[in-house]
């Protein structure tokens, strides 16, 4: 039987290769030669990818023989496989003349306070702030590199030497293989959610109530072990109990662990690992509010109001033609301490919508940051944060999210110590320490494939929270939504 399942997944995973076939490539530059990230490489309206922070890009062709290719401020190229295999997959885009010729400049020009105010006064006809209905395709991926891995274990009566040169063998085996690691963590998750905006008068703010209709989720790592912090710290301290003496307990800190009960503690891990093996519907839910909130400036309470003229201040850069429309550059930057980003709004002419927005933390800026190393042994930083926004106009020429991709870097600093106390009239003790330094690394990226109108008397204030499983790589493979957006695992 298990011959016969094995058999019919690889006739599976064969004749998938029949009709379909999984090309790899780069995108560059015409001018500089550099590579581009953020390009959308698309088999047809629906279905498509994004180049990487390196320019490269992944795309199964799905039986179609052409790909186009496009980027705000560039000339869209749609090739053939035959051209694409001519030029080694390697496509160079070159940027849109700013011809304005093209375009019709007999329109009034605005100056800088004009524009904003128009920008301000058309943004809730440009963007659909009524409930709506999104089908979305989220990334999230995670990656620590560690600068400093030390494990210090003190000698004790309750080690022999023997056993305690073995168990400092293990542990420095083990830091080795926490440094040398290049994991990246990855959840994609698409899902059908629903979401309004509800003021509350008394608060004098404006909410996000979000609902998850349906989602699938598939998970995988580029590596087998599971190196987060709190998994360094179990493992670390299990290494020292398998040396311990099995016949007797030991006090850790205020609880109480018994070495010879260590199987019923592998168990209760394999139950915990098997609940790891679901995703939790409300935590989806908080993502996706986490999301709305970050990528949306119509949302006064966002930190990405970059059009909050008490907090920003605003320079034009230039007027360039992009992608056959006149559009604005407008620089913005602090004006107050409370602002902490800088970047570039782009800004159709016309209809006075922002298109496209880039931003990044100001200089001297940072995020959350909490340094108690002295008195708790932790500190922490979120120092880099940069970002992308993109706008895509619908037949009623409404503006809707269509893109975004968030970058983050953290620093981090733990050090934490834990005593092995003997539970006997003795109280031999051992005393070991963990001291982790080094920095995460976060990506979000979102596509949203379908946005409709939904009746917001559906959309629940409150939503009953489900445990659903991740798709098996099987289930993955003969998903739906496997080829729906395929976007390339990112490139740290």
């Known amino acids: 039987m298990k011959n016969l399942i094995l058999g019919c997944f690889v006739f ?11 090309i790899n490539g780069k995108i560059i530059d015409a001018r500089t030669l550099e590579p581009m990230s953020n390009v959308a490489v698309q088999l047809d309206k629906k279905t498509g990818t994004y180049s990487d922070n390196l320019g490269l890009y992944e795309i199964d062709m799905l039986g179609k023989n052409q790909l186009i290719f496009s980027c705000l401020g560039y000339t869209t190229r749609t090739l053939s496989l035959d051209s694409l295999k001519i030029l080694n997959f390697i496509v160079a885009l070159s940027e849109r003349e700013n011809n304005l010729k093209e375009v019709e400049l007999n329109s009034k020009t605005y100056s800088l306070d004009s524009l904003l105010f128009y920008i301000e006064k058309n943004k809730h006809k440009n963007y659909d702030t009524k409930a709506q209905k999104q089908d979305v395709f989220l990334r999230k991926s995670n990656r620590a590199a560690f ?33 040398n690691s290049k994991s990246t963590f990855y959840t994609d998750y698409y899902a059908t959610h629903s979401f309004k905006n509800v003021y509350v008068d008394q608060l004098k703010k404006t909410y996000i109530i979000s609902n998850i209709d349906s989602a699938k989720a598939y998970r995988i790592s580029t590596n087998q072990e599971d190196f987060t912090l709190e998994k360094i710290q179990e493992k670390g301290q299990q290494l020292v109990l398998n040396y311990l003496d099995k016949t007797k307990s030991y006090k850790v800190k205020t609880g109480f662990f018994k070495v010879d ?44 109001n970059f059009l909050d003229t008490n907090y920003y201040k605003y320079q034009l850069k230039s007027v360039r033609i992009i992608d056959d429309e006149l559009t604005y550059e407008l620089l913005f930057y602090p004006r107050k301490s409370k602002a902490k980003f800088s970047g570039t709004l782009y800004v159709n002419a016309f209809d006075f919508a922002v298109r496209k927005v880039t931003y ?63 539970y006997s009239s003795d109280k031999n003790k051992i005393k070991f320490g963990v001291k982790l330094e080094g920095n995460i690394y976060s990506t979000t990226e979102m596509v949203v494939t379908k946005t409709a109108a939904t009746n917001p008397d559906a959309i629940k204030m409150v939503q009953k929270r489900k445990l659903l499983p991740f798709l098996s790589i099987i289930d993955y493979h003969m998903s739906s939504w496997k080829n729906g957006v395929l976007l390339k695992p990112f490139s740290e």
């Open 12 to 22: 599976f995973l064969s004749s998938q290769a029949l009709f379909s076939q999984k």
């Open 147 to 179: 600068d400093k891995v030390d494990f210090d274990l003190d000698r004790s009566t309750l080690l022999n030497r023997a056993n305690e040169k073995l168990a400092n063998k293990e542990l420095n085996i083990f830091s080795n293989n926490i440094k």
């Open 261 to 304: 009960d260590t199987i019923s503690i592998q168990k209760i891990n394999r139950q915990v690992d098997s609940r790891k093996n679901t995703f939790d519907t409300s935590t989806l839910k908080s993502d996706f509010l986490e999301t709305q909130r970050t990528f949306s400036f119509l949302n006064p309470d966002s930190p990405n």
């Open 360 to 422: 990044s933390y100001a200089k001297g800026k940072r995020g959350e940051h909490m340094n108690l190393k002295l008195v708790l042994g932790v500190k922490y930083s979120e120092n880099t944060r940069n970002g992308t926004i993109r706008y895509q106009r619908d037949n009623n020429d409404v503006y809707r999210i269509h893109y975004a991709k968030e970058e983050q870097g953290r620093y981090f600093y733990v050090n934490r110590s834990f005593k092995f106390i003997e």
